[in-house]
T-cell receptor, first 111, second 113 residues
Framework: DTAVSQTPKYLVTQMGNDKSIKCEQN?????MYWYKQDSKKFLKIMFS???????INETVPNRFSPKSPDKAHLNLHINSLELGDSAVYFC??????????FGPGTRLTVT | AQSVAQPEDQVNVAEGNPLTVKCTYS??????LFWYVQYPNRGLQFLLK??????LVKGSYGFEAEFNKSQTSFHLKKPSALVSDSALYFC???????????FGKGTMLLVSP
């Protein structure tokens, strides 16, 4: 009965590889988000989709590409991984103008 | 532009004592304000929000927050702290009509037995 789920929970990979993180929400929300939390716990919005349409695209390298196949899913694909991409990535969802609900996070470690 | 400041990196309080975690914000228009809590190796959990109405907002786990427009503050409070309240707390703001949520840097709350 998890509201917002992410897979995988942990991801360890080498520099230069391509990886994807999947996110699903069963709350019926219209909007989904990707956040990056760095080692100092600072949270920064990366992307936001509303009804499968990109509405927020912060200053993020174009190696990061979100894909929303439907309203309940928002995946994050990362090309040519770099050491600085190591972080915890959180997916979240909300209805318009309401609080966001977060997934458990994906800890990405690039070696 | 919107911003949030959490002036304390850490707040220490003894169990049973009242706690306050401070938050101030800056937005051009009307603010929507939120508090979230993050336990170790977990995602953020929503605690409470202020959109409009009463300045005192009650939320989960006995927490409450007071919206003060003149001081642009939204401090999180609890009358009696529990050891299990120890976690990282984030204040966040969004300007009405905008989608982007801006988070503060977080305040670690440590409740000692």
């Amino acid at each position: 009965d998890t509201a917002v789920s992410q897979t995988p929970k942990y991801l360890v990979t080498q520099m230069g590889n391509d990886k994807s993180i999947k996110c699903e929400q069963n709350l019926g929300h219209d909007t989904m988000y990707w956040y990056k939390q760095d080692s100092k716990k600072f949270l920064k919005i990366m992307f936001s989709y509303n009804n499968k349409e990109l509405i927020i695209n912060e200053t993020v390298p174009n190696r990061f590409s979100p894909k929303s196949p439907d309203k309940a899913h928002l995946n994050l694909h990362i090309n040519s991984l770099e050491l600085g991409d190591s972080a915890v990535y959180f997916c979240a969802s909300s209805q318009v103008e309401t609080e966001q609900y977060f997934g458990p996070g994906t800890r990405l470690t690039v070696t | 532009a919107q911003s949030v400041a959490q002036p304390e990196d850490q707040v220490n309080v003894a169990e049973g004592n009242p706690l306050t975690v401070k938050c101030t914000y800056s937005v051009s228009g009307n603010p929507y304000l939120f508090w979230y809590v993050q336990y170790p190796n977990r995602g953020l959990q929503f605690l409470l929000k202020y959109i409009t109405g009463d300045n005192l907002v009650k939320g989960s786990y006995g927490f409450e927050a007071e919206f003060n427009k003149s001081q642009t503050s939204f401090h999180l409070k609890k009358p009696s702290a529990l050891v299990s309240d120890s976690a990282l707390y984030f204040c966040a703001v969004r300007e009405a009509g905008y989608s982007t949520l801006t988070f503060g840097k977080g305040t670690m709350l440590l409740v000692s037995p």
